[in-house]
């Protein structure tokens, strides 16, 4: 699929996806618990459709109903489900969903598209393997996936690289349900704030655990267990970027409804970067008013916001100066290398980006339409899409349906803003083509 972005004025009102994040974790909370579990309003397209499945794999019975899941819960039967899961496009599926398999003495196989197959996971693997698991890695060219693994997990002691917080994660919710104490050490840790929202997640459950204030140790008492629940997913900040750097550039204001300012999620920080480079923000209860003007360059720190960086480097490429992002060298094991991708495709459509290690440099410009690709990747997919309705001319997006995996109605909700974007399903051969 290809998506055709012309130069547009959004305006208006939007509501912002589920979250992505929390539906995951309500998942594997749902799955493991004993009894019945309700989620409401989650995502249940991409990565919500991923989780689902991984879920269902467990073992776990899954029924939907008018947009949300009912979930009947495993209960500690680790032995149910099927040996083989499928995580798609999913990373946070598959990490999370990893250390839930190795609950059991039977040997699951992960696997996943080709894009989650070039996605480090062995950090994880060795974490596992400390506590007990058994990994059996399939690829002689380095690639962590297709993987399988069994347990039971023993508890004990494990140290674990946090470059990704989803290795972290991954250990806490797996660990109350093993029979014995668990201790991790966590090394490197980045993304603090996706930690602390499965910490939140663990003291809704009643689930004992004592960490150090730098959430860089842990114990966690053995022999616990998920209850089941009733929640309602909230909206998701790493969505609603996209539509904030849109306002922000544009000028005319946009308001994002469905947020909650209360919630764990670390990319809600997004609206205070936009801030930092001159945007106006009016928060309310459950909405946000974004105004653009005339951005200028920043210092900003992007290690707990590492998903942001797309939609940032494009409110960059409009801004006046120079922006440097520092300190997010995870947004290099995304769903792709975000920040070499980010330079590519910016450049061609005439920005000057410099690569850092750990970040990157924009200097602001004038954007020219150009022939982008997404690289199968969501967020650079959407970012690209609000490069193209602020540059001249007619910019194309390669692979834009990988959008998908984090938010569906993409065109469909920027169309009602004033966004002028066309979906061709075979440009080539002028085949299916649609407009919104």
Partial sequence: MKWIVRPSKLSGAIAVPPSKSHTIRALIVAALASGDSAIRRPLLEGDGASAIRAAVSLGATVDMRDGDIFVR?????????????????????????????????????????????????????????????????????????????????????ATVDGISSQFVSSLLFAAPLIHSDTHITVQNLHEQPYVEMTLWWLAGQGIEVECSKELTTYKIRGGQGYKPFDAVIPGDFSSAAFSAVAAAIGGSPVMLRGLDFSDTQGDKEIFCHLEAMGAKVERGQSEVTVYGGNLHGAIIDLNSTPDALPALAVAAASAQGETVFTNVEQARIKETDRIAVMAQELGKMGIEVKELPDGMVVRGGRLRAALVESHHDHRVAMALAVAGMNADGETVIEGAEAAGITYGPFVEDFSRLGANIAVDFDVDAKKSKSFF
């Fill in 73 to 157: 819960g495993v209960g500690g039967d680790m032995s149910l489900g099927t040996d083989h899961i499928d995580m798609g496009n999913s990373g946070t599926g598959l990490n999370l969903f990893c250390s839930a398999a190795a609950l059991g003495g039977r040997r699951r196989r992960f696997d996943g598209d080709a894009s989650l197959r070039a996605r480090p996971v062995r950090p994880l693997l060795d974490a596992l393997a400390q506590l007990g698991a058994s990994v059996s890695i399939e690829s002689a060219q380095g690639q962590d996936l297709p993987f399988a693994i069994s347990g039971p997990l023993k508890g004990g002691r």
